[in-house]
C-alpha cells in the first residue's frame, strides 16, 4: 500500500495535543468527551471564555452532558476540577499528559484550594458533583459483559432497533443504565425501542430519555408504557408549539404540563392556545408565562375554546367601555368655536331667491 504524504498549511494559529493522549486516551471516549477535551487545550490560551454554559452552546449539548464530559476527564486524571459551595464547576486545571499505567483510567488527583476552603471543607461534610458522570469501561470489562448471556441478547436487540453495529460508547451507554441506573433488561429494550419508532436513534438521545424516566420514578415496562401513552404525546405537541421540538421535555415541563391537565382541567386545545398566546405576546418560550394565562382561565371558569371567545369579548367590550368613559368631553367653546353661530331659514331664504 502507497504512503500517504500529509501537508500542513495551517497559519491560523495551533493547538498542541499529546501523543499519549492519542494513544491512551482516544479510543475509550466518547464523541463528546473527545470534543470537550480538544477545545479546553484550544482554550487554555486564554483567548476564549470558558464557562459551562457557553461550551453548551457552542456544542450544541445539554449542560448535563458538559458536566459529564468534564467528570469523566477528571476521573481519567487529564484534568481536574475545582467546585464552589453550591457545586458549580469554578476552576478546570488540565493535568499533564501520563502514560495510562493500565487499562483503568488514572484516578484523579486532589485539586488545589486554598486554605481556608480547605479547613471550611474539614469542618462540613463533603460534598459531591451533582451530575454522575458516566463510568468508564475498559475493554476487559465490556468483554466480560458481552458474556452474560442476557446482556449479550439485549446487546443483539439494540443493533436490530438501531438498524446499526452498535459500537463501544453504545456499550457504555446501555451498560450504565443497567448498571447505575438499574434499569432492567426488559425496559432498556422498550426505551430503545420506543426511542426509535418516534425517530431518535440517537444514543445520547436514549440516555436522556432514560434520565428522564429515573428522575419520574419510572421502574417497569408497564410504567413506562403508561407514561408514553398518556402524556408522551402532549408533551412533544406543546414543546412543538414553544418551538422545542428537538429537545426532551424535562421535569418541569412534564410538571407543568400534568398541572395544565390534572389541577386546571384543561384540555390540549386550550393549553395550546395558551402557548400560542404566549409566543404572540413576549416571543420567547416561558412556561411560567403560559401557566400564568392559564390559571387566569381558570379563575374566569374557562372549560373549552368557544370559553375563551367569550372571554376575549367580554374583555374587548370592557376595555372599549373604559376607553370611552377616559375621553375628555369636548368644550363648548374653543378656537374653532368661540363666535354665536348663526342659525338661517333655508325654505325662505330659496323663495327670496325665487323672487329676485
Not at 376607553?323 to 323663495?351: C, G, Q, S, T
Request: glycine share 4%; net charge negative.
Amino acid at each position: 500500500m502507497r504512503h500517504i504524504a500529509l501537508y500542513n498549511r495551517n497559519r491560523s494559529g495551533f493547538t498542541r495535543i499529546s501523543n499519549n493522549f492519542i494513544d491512551c486516551f482516544l479510543a475509550d471516549a466518547n464523541e463528546v468527551q473527545i470534543k470537550i477535551y480538544l477545545y479546553l487545550l484550544r482554550c487554555s490560551n486564554g483567548e476564549l471564555p470558558i464557562d459551562v454554559d457557553s461550551i453548551a452552546e457552542h456544542f450544541n449539548y445539554s449542560e448535563r452532558d458538559i458536566l459529564r464530559a468534564l467528570l469523566y476527564w477528571d476521573k481519567s486524571g487529564l484534568l481536574s476540577l475545582d467546585f464552589d459551595d453550591e457545586q458549580n464547576v469554578k476552576g478546570i486545571c488540565l493535568n499533564d499528559v501520563a502514560m495510562r499505567p493500565s487499562s483503568h483510567p488514572a484516578p484523579a488527583q486532589p485539586s488545589p484550594v486554598p486554605e481556608e476552603a480547605a479547613h471550611k471543607a474539614a469542618l462540613e461534610p463533603q460534598k459531591t458533583a451533582q451530575i454522575e458522570a458516566r463510568p468508564f469501561y475498559s475493554m476487559e470489562q465490556l468483554n466480560e459483559f458481552k458474556e452474560n448471556e442476557a446482556l449479550s441478547e439485549l446487546f443483539f436487540m439494540a443493533e436490530q432497533y438501531l438498524g446499526r453495529t452498535i459500537n463501544n460508547s453504545d456499550l457504555s451507554a446501555i451498560l450504565y443504565m443497567y448498571d447505575h441506573l438499574h434499569f432492567s433488561i426488559e425496559l432498556i429494550e422498550f426505551l430503545i425501542e420506543y426511542c426509535v419508532d418516534t425517530g431518535h436513534s440517537n444514543i445520547r438521545y436514549i440516555e436522556a430519555t432514560a434520565h428522564k424516566w429515573k428522575d419520574l420514578g419510572i421502574k417497569d415496562v408497564e410504567a413506562a408504557r403508561s407514561e408514553v401513552s398518556t402524556y408522551g404525546k402532549d408533551y412533544y405537541t406543546v414543546l412543538r408549539a414553544f418551538g422545542l421540538g428537538g429537545r426532551q421535555p424535562v421535569k418541569s415541563d412534564i410538571d407543568a404540563i400534568r398541572r395544565w391537565k390534572n389541577e386546571y382541567g384543561f384540555d390540549m386545545d386550550v393549553i395550546v392556545e395558551a402557548v400560542n398566546r404566549t409566543m404572540r405576546s413576549i416571543a420567547r418560550p416561558s412556561f411560567s408565562y403560559a401557566d400564568s394565562i392559564l390559571r387566569s382561565w381558570k379563575e374566569h371558569n374557562v372549560r373549552k375554546k368557544s370559553d375563551i371567545e367569550r372571554l376575549d369579548m367580554d374583555f374587548s367590550q370592557e376595555k372599549n367601555a373604559t376607553a370611552k368613559k377616559k375621553l375628555p368631553p369636548v368644550p363648548a367653546n374653543d378656537k374653532f368655536r368661540n363666535f354665536n353661530e348663526r342659525n338661517y331659514d333655508y325654505d325662505e331664504l330659496l323663495k327670496r331667491f325665487a323672487k329676485n
